[in-house]
């Protein structure tokens, strides 16, 4: 039986100058167009009136990049933009989900909290150099771990404590292993007995409290003591008795 397995890698990038300030352009473009799109849509629920999905906030998309006032849209790639459309309409429709457990309405995005942008194409990874290609971006490095495995499927560029990362999602097949054996058996988690199965046998409690209780009461007793003494003789702070004296008695 074989299965879709996807699988992200996290890696964090070394960037230059210029890099930099670009991711930080397309991260906020990013986030204005989410923030624009969904003022839009949250009016329109005012109003009552149907939401606007990617179709029409595409073409929105276009008449901000002619404006005069949004023009500085058409320096960043329109795939990020076009990806935070899509991410809205998903939101909207998990936040409208009946299903969904924790469903919510989207919420507006603030400079430099999530500050990210996500390419769905147009990237190249080479491994062997440690570099990835964003568009618009060019070449940056990046610390290469660990080994990608799979089809890349896209790449996200984040930002967390001043450092820039990039998480690259693969997909790949893999088969699912069978056990050989064709027999079963049943578990009872218990107190008394940690386990006892459906064959009769049983498995003991490890106890490790028990073992370490003695070596334990010993060190508050000796921490207990301590205290005490501290107070008789005037060199503790604190006047009033520790909760521990009933164990005094104990030590004598």
């Given at each position: 039986?074989k299965?879709?397995?996807r ?6 990038l070394?960037?230059?100058s210029?890099?930099v300030?670009?991711?930080v352009?397309?991260a ?6 989410w923030n624009k799109?969904?003022a839009?849509?949250l009016?329109r629920?005012e ?9 029409e ?6 008449l ?13 790639h329109?795939?990020p933009?076009?990806q935070?459309l899509?991410n809205?309409?998903?939101a909207?429709?998990d936040?409208?989900d009946?299903?969904q457990?924790l469903k919510r309405?989207p919420?507006?995005k ?10 769905p194409q147009?990237?190249?990874l080479e491994q062997?150099s ?7 971006i060019?070449w940056?490095?990046y610390r290469?771990?660990r080994?990608v495995?799979?089809?890349v499927k896209?790449?996200?560029?984040s ?7 990039v ?6 097949e893999?088969?699912?292993k069978?056990?050989?054996s064709t ?12 386990a006892?199965?459906?064959d009769g046998?049983?498995v003991?409690p490890?106890?490790?409290f ?6 334990n009461?010993?060190?508050?007793s000796?921490?207990c003591?301590?205290?005490s ?9 604190n006047k009033?008795l520790?909760d ?9």
């Open positions: 039986m299965q879709i397995i699988k992200a890698f996290k890696s964090r070394n960037p230059n210029d890099q300030q670009k991711m352009e397309f906020g473009a990013n986030r204005f167009v799109a969904l839009m849509n009016f629920l109003q009552k009136q149907p939401l606007l999905w990617y179709n906030l595409s073409f929105w998309l276009k901000w990049k002619s404006s005069e006032d949004y023009g500085f849209l058409k320096t960043v329109s795939q933009l076009q935070a899509k809205l309409e998903k909207f429709k936040g409208f009946k299903k457990p309405i919420k507006f603030k400079k430099g909290l999530s500050d990210s942008f996500r390419y147009g990237f190249k062997e440690s570099k990835v290609f964003l568009p618009k060019g940056v490095k290469n771990s080994q495995t799979g089809d896209n790449m996200t560029i930002r967390k404590g001043g450092y820039w990362y998480s690259i999602q693969t997909e790949y893999t088969e699912l069978r056990h050989s027999s079963m058996i049943g578990v009872d988690m218990g107190v008394t007995r940690f006892t199965l459906s046998s049983y003991e490890l106890n490790s028990r073992k370490s209780y003695q070596r009461w010993l060190l508050n000796v921490s003591l301590k205290k003494v501290s107070l008789l003789t005037g060199k503790s702070r009033s520790p521990c004296m009933s164990v005094l008695p104990m030590l004598v």
